[in-house]
Nanobody, 130 residues
């Protein structure tokens, strides 16, 4: 079964940390690119970070650069998003997504998430609040 399953969301205080996981199955994980998106109520889905599992290249969008880190474990077909120094504005539903063909991680800035993603996870809620 082709799927992505996120976990690790929750409630955290400002300045705190969370690590999200994205477990993949049913497709060639080690040659895919895995992307993290987030969507807050009433807002468009926006790209957060991307990793190309074939060569390890990563990319972060401006509002998370220096605070979030994306990594992969090809042995367990899992991608992680370590989120540090969380802010209330990071509160969102976080989704992982996969593109199984060639993809440059920096293209997360311009990708159309409605039409160019091959596989979506179900999302995990992150709430940053005191």
């Amino acid at each position: 079964q082709v799927q992505l399953v996120e976990s690790g969301g929750g409630l955290v205080q400002p300045g705190g940390s969370l690590r999200l996981s994205c477990a993949a199955s049913g497709f060639a994980f080690d040659t895919a690119s895995i992307l993290w998106f987030r969507q807050a109520p009433g807002k468009e889905r926006e790209g957060v970070a991307c990793i190309n599992n074939k060569d390890g290249r990563t990319y972060y969008t401006g509002f998370v650069k220096g605070r979030f880190a994306i990594s992969r474990d090809n042995a367990s077909d899992t991608v992680y998003l370590q989120m540090n120094t969380l802010k209330p504005e990071d509160t969102s539903l976080y989704y992982c997504a996969a593109i199984v063909g060639p993809f440059r991680p920096a293209d997360i800035e311009t990708i159309n998430p409605r039409t160019e993603i091959d596989i979506w996870g179900q999302g995990t809620q992150v709430t940053v609040s005191s």
